[in-house]
């Protein structure tokens, strides 16, 4: 079992820059595949961002790529989103998702487990 609580949302103007962190509870946290996804309003949840237990491989949705930086601290159990040149149609709540899976899938039903969301609102 895993919980997960996000953190580091809020309101920031286009082009700006916030830090998501996803703290998670468990001593197996290194054995996850960690991602990143997110729901803007009227839309389906959408894959953002993934990466390995390692976090030696990366796997990133092309609308974030060369933007979204997420990385991993398992020693924290912790995982980041660094979101920087933010735009508007990032406004979204963002989740954290856990996978127990050795593959880095951005694909949302191979996740086990899921954070309550944290809401990011970039300004025009």
């Known amino acids: 079992q895993v919980q997960l609580v996000e953190s580091g949302g809020g309101l920031v103007q286009a082009g700006g820059s916030l830090r998501l962190s996803c703290a998670a509870s468990?001593?197996?946290?290194?054995?996850?595949?960690m991602g990143w996804f997110r729901q803007a309003p009227g839309k389906e949840r959408e894959f953002v961002a993934a990466?390995?237990?390692?976090?030696?491989?990366?796997y990133y949705a092309d609308s974030v790529k060369g933007r979204f930086t997420i990385s991993r601290d398992n020693a924290k159990n912790t995982v980041y989103l660094q979101m920087n040149s933010l735009k508007p149609e990032d406004t979204a709540v963002y989740y954290c998702?856990?996978?127990?899976?050795?593959?880095?899938?951005?694909?949302?039903?191979?996740?086990?487990?899921w954070g309550q969301g944290t809401q990011v609102t970039v300004s025009s």
């Open positions: 998702a856990a996978a127990n899976s050795i593959v880095v899938t951005g694909a949302r039903e191979q996740y086990d487990y």
């Open positions: 468990g001593r197996t946290f290194s054995r996850y595949v």
């Open positions: 990466i390995s237990w390692s976090g030696g491989v990366t």
